[in-house]
């Protein structure tokens, strides 16, 4: 029962596709529900585009503390225990993370893609002891007062994109995201909206011919090198970890390494991390314009929210 602990970073945005975007791209790719309409690509990407995205976090680890304190408070009011989350140390999007490739030779021959590092434990739910120590019932009772009943009427929220997600519009999570926000269909919209919006730009650069043969260049070269059947960087990078479940620590970074150099050898012949960065920030750019007018809703929002989060936190 220790998932009604689980409303982290990663909990707190839900994975929705997007999907039905208006332009004119390459990718016409068919999607769930009907045709994909394609976006428009700019001449060239946007300067900063990447920091543009990211950006639509900023606040987020202010806003998250704001929201485990009214949660911890409304909890206890109910009779029970809480353990807050520790917010992030800085405001970080949830999806804008390490790109998975543009690895240095250098740093591959040292260290290789750092798997052992990525791969470590599982963090902790700081509060899943207290909560095994309660009955079922309790622990029912817990989550109702967390997430509100199962049969409660929940929210229907529509994206931007036309996608839709739901939630309870009671409990104690609810509730502390409704004094922070002002509400809780607007905070839904933003927050999903924003996570997903970079994922889509990847997903449609992927789908473009020129990301097609640049991964069968770089696809090639590995195979040359001894290591085939590698359709991009990632898939050399979901290697290297699945190697740690089947051979020792030792015998995996040691094959992780002679890995890790080859992609870096055939990332740099072919010029692969520009240009590939290049491609997904035509994507970022064309995503941003076409939803420029949510996006400006969006950092509004967030303005709003950080100031009641600040009096939230000092009061």
Known sequence: MSKYLQIGLAAAISAVPLAGCGGDSPDRGPVKGGPEVPWQLPRSPDPGVRDALRGLFDGFSTRFAAEQELV????AAKGF?????????TDAHPTMGKDDYGIGVAAAKRHGYKTQERIGGPQNDPGAADLKLLSEADRKRWGEAFYGPDDVKRIRVTLPDGKQIETSPVGCLSEARIKIFGSLEQMLKGENFAANLPIEAR???????????????????????????????AAARSQAATRYKSASADQAFRAEIKLAVADAECELKNNYAAQRRRLEDLYYTAGMRRYEADITAIREMNQAALARAKKILTS
Do not use: F, I
């Open 203 to 233: 997903r449609r650069a992927g789908a473009d011919p020129a990301m097609k043969t640049l991964n069968s260049t770089w696809s090639a070269c590995m195979s040359g090198k001894g290591h085939p059947a590698l359709p991009d960087p």
């Open 72 to 75: 911890h408070r409304c909890m």
């Open 81 to 89: 225990r809480y353990v807050k989350l520790t917010a992030p140390a």
